[in-house]
Nanobody, 126 residues
Framework: QVQLVESGGGLVQPGGSLRLSCQASGSIVTINTMGWYRQAPGKQREPVAT???????????NYADTVKGRFTITKDTAKNTVDLQMNSLKPEDTAVYYC????????????????WGQGTQVTVSS
């Protein structure tokens, strides 16, 4: 079974920084895409930053326009982790942030599925 475990998040003042981390574990064959989504109250879940071909070379990194230049996504392929460094945070960044991964997993039989972390609250307020 595959699990995504998140850490980080919390309350920060406008202009401050936070770092989120997510680790995938389990019977992982390969990770296709991994990254972060967020959902603000009353809004749909939206992508924040994602990395394709996560365990391979030649992938792409994609950011939402609203976070470009402020957020940075990084990975550690040896640990199957993805981090999101969030700088210059704004009140509109307040949301529950979810780790996402598209993973091929299994033992004798392989299955490709989408997985989500439990979510971590990020609140930007003075």
């Amino acid at each position: 079974q595959v699990q995504l475990v998140e850490s980080g998040g919390g309350l920060v003042q406008p202009g401050g920084s936070l770092r989120l981390s997510c680790q995938a574990s389990g019977s992982i064959v390969t990770i296709n895409t991994m990254g972060w989504y967020r959902q603000a109250p009353g809004k749909q879940r939206e992508p924040v930053a994602t990395m394709t071909r996560f365990l391979l070379s030649g992938g792409s990194t994609n950011y939402a326009d609203t976070v470009k230049g402020r957020f940075t996504i990084t990975k550690d392929t040896a640990k199957n982790t993805v981090d999101l460094q969030m700088n210059s945070l704004k009140p509109e960044d307040t949301a529950v942030y979810y780790c996402y991964a598209d993973i091929l997993s299994g033992g004798s039989t392989w299955n490709q599925n989408e997985f989500w972390g439990q979510g971590t609250q990020v609140t930007v307020s003075s």
